[in-house]
């Protein structure tokens, strides 16, 4: 399983690095504009820090503009994959683009239909996002596993991705439920770690220990 940062910042790749949570960047045209940088040179520099999947999103909505735009970014590093909106304009681009053979992240998908096309292509990955709707008040996790379902059914070489993952819930879901890689911003790896319960029995157990005299400790902690 692929764990990719959804992420555009240089300081957070180089820590999640080092946690072995990096086989990949996810980016979007939000993420880049958050770092404030020049966006081309910031995929640059990703790229040069990571040698998995880095995700570079369009920012067209009509299909021909997006196929221009794609194959220009598409030359920024080797391991750039295009992000592609899970549209009808997108399909059409994706159509054009999977014959020049450049990969594709068919992203923005909410209901499970709207990836069926783009199985059907054999697009890269399909990018179900599972948090965003709960905006609306509405869970997506039900629809990883039949996103499964549907590549496994139509025996497509797709990757199933789960985007989107805003807690350690959605985050053990997208994991469980089938996915082939999932993105994960440093936001939701900061809530699995800053648990409170976690934190409360490492403090009670050093309390603890504290209480043995400091020369028992000693020939512990130096050994
Ligand atoms: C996916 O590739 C997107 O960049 C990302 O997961 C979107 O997450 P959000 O809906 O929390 O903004």
């Known amino acids: 399983m692929e764990f990719f940062l959804d992420t555009a ?7 999640y690095k080092t946690l072995g949570l990096v086989d990949g960047v996810t980016t979007n045209p939000a993420l880049l504009a958050k770092e404030g940088q020049d966006p081309l040179e910031q995929v640059r520099k990703i790229a040069s820090m990571v040698s998995g999947p880095i995700s ?3 920012t067209y909505t009509e299909s021909d503009k997006m196929v221009k735009h794609a194959i220009r970014i598409s030359k920024l590093a080797d391991n750039v994959v295009i992000k592609i909106p899970a549209s009808t304009a997108g399909l059409a681009a994706a159509c054009v683009l999977k014959e020049k053979g450049i990969k594709l992240n068919v992203t923005l998908i909410f209901h499970p239909s709207q990836a069926i096309p783009f199985i059907k292509l054999g697009a890269d990955y399909v990018s179900l996002f599972v948090g965003r709707v709960e905006d609306f008040g509405l869970s997506n996790k039900d629809a990883i596993g039949q996103i499964r379902e549907s590549i496994d059914m139509m025996q497509s070489p797709t990757k199933l991705l789960a985007a989107s993952i805003r807690n350690p819930e959605y985050l053990l879901e997208a994991v469980n439920a089938g996915s082939d890689a999932l993105t994960v911003p440093p936001s939701c790896w900061e809530k699995v770690y800053n648990n409170p319960i976690f934190q409360l029995g490492e403090k009670e157990f050093l309390e603890s220990w504290n209480q043995l005299p400091a020369a028992l400790r000693k020939n512990y902690e130096t050994y």
Do not use: N, Q
Request: hydrophobic share 50%.
């Open 9 to 15: 910042s240089l300081e957070d790749i180089k820590l």
């Open 56 to 58: 570079v999103e369009v």
